[in-house]
């Protein structure tokens, strides 16, 4: 069956980087793109971008450009974001989740990250 | 950026009851790509609807959706114990994607 599943939560200091894995199983990898969408406490979900895992393609929201990078590795059917220049802002738990016509119809379990001094 | 605004925030109704949930576009939404999503806690969100009207696989014919242009409606016909929750919008018409508030379902 189709799984996404994202690395462990993290804790890190203001001006860090953070990157985020997302390993995938049961489908082509390179059939779907990969969203990544995040939460941060009591708001809205907030997409920052996407992959597409055939072609190597993407495409980030403005709000997070210059900020994040998202890669993938297809022997290893596993997409990553990074997102650096850490604040307090950033706390939140961050989701891939999988395009299927444009949808998002398989997510990830979600990720933790906390950023604190 | 399309900024999408659901209503009411909060629902509360009992288990058998009708549940309405509202999302207002900012602009028309391209195509009817819209989507809604529920959500529980500690949990990812689940994809109910697509195209504003399409039920995803596996979701039960107690979920609909309509609507277009800028007026989108899901609607759950009767309520059972697990829809209690919080339900978001989405477009992905236009880029950046976006996504409601979200609308809190619960218990009455």
């Known amino acids: 069956q189709v799984q996404l599943v994202q690395s462990g939560a993290e804790v890190k200091k203001p001006g860090a980087a953070v990157t985020v894995t997302c390993k995938t199983a049961?489908?082509?990898?390179?059939?779907?793109?990969i969203h990544w969408v995040r939460q941060a406490p009591g708001q809205r979900l907030e997409w920052m971008g996407w992959?597409?895992?055939?072609?190597?393609?993407?495409e980030y929201a403005q709000k997070f450009q210059g900020r994040v990078t998202i890669t993938s590795d297809t022997s290893a059917s596993t997409v990553y974001m990074e997102l650096s220049s850490l604040t307090s802002e950033d706390t939140a738990v961050y989701f891939c989740?999988?395009?299927?016509?444009?949808?998002?119809?398989?997510w990830g379990q979600g990720t933790l990250v906390t950023v604190s001094s | 950026e399309i900024v999408l605004t659901q209503s009411p925030a909060t629902l509360s109704l009992s288990p058998g009851e009708r549940a309405t949930l509202s999302c207002g576009a900012s602009?028309?939404?391209?195509?009817?790509?819209l989507a809604w999503y529920q959500q529980k806690p500690g949990q990812a969100p689940r994809l109910l609807i697509y195209?504003?009207?399409s039920r995803a696989t596996g979701i039960p014919d107690r979920f609909s959706g309509s609507g277009s242009g800028t007026d989108f409606t899901l609607t759950i016909s009767r309520l059972e114990p697990e829809d209690f929750a919080v339900y978001y919008c989405?477009?992905?018409?236009?880029?950046?994607?976006?996504f409601g508030q979200g609308t809190k379902v619960e218990i009455k």
């Open positions: 989405q477009q992905y018409g236009s880029s950046p994607r976006t």
């Open positions: 992959i597409n895992t055939g072609t190597g393609h993407r």
């Open positions: 195209g504003a009207s």
């Open positions: 049961g489908y082509t990898f390179t059939n779907h793109a």
């Open positions: 989740a999988r395009d299927e016509s444009l949808t998002n119809d398989y």
């Open positions: 602009q028309s939404v391209s195509s009817s790509y």
